[in-house]
């Protein structure tokens, strides 16, 4: 998917290559956890169930990370 990405012909293919690559990436780690987690499929807003409130939760902090890092640099 990574090379077909680089050589997308327009925005449309492009947006299609990673929605592919999102399913991937959330089959493999529904099926990376525990017993008795399960992973019904993304859902952002609200979350329905701990998995996702968790990758949300998750996300939140991350982003929190990458925007104070950026400021720190200087960045707008």
């Given at each position: 998917?990574?090379?077909?990405?680089?050589?997308?012909?327009?925005?449309?293919?492009?947006?299609?290559l990673?929605?592919?690559?999102?399913?991937?990436?959330?089959?493999?780690?529904?099926?990376?956890?525990?017993?008795?987690?399960?992973?019904?499929?993304?859902v952002?807003?609200?979350?329905?169930?701990?998995?996702?409130?968790?990758?949300?939760?998750?996300?939140?902090?991350?982003?929190?990370?990458?925007?104070?890092?950026?400021?720190?640099?200087?960045?707008?």
């Amino acid at each position: 998917l990574r090379l077909q990405a680089e050589s997308a012909p327009n925005h449309d293919v492009l947006l299609g290559l990673e929605g592919t690559a999102s399913r991937r990436w959330f089959a493999v780690l529904g099926a990376a956890l525990p017993a008795g987690w399960a992973l019904p499929g993304r859902v952002k807003r609200p979350p329905t169930d701990p998995v996702n409130a968790l990758l949300s939760l998750g996300y939140v902090l991350l982003a929190g990370r990458v925007e104070t890092a950026c400021r720190a640099w200087g960045l707008d």
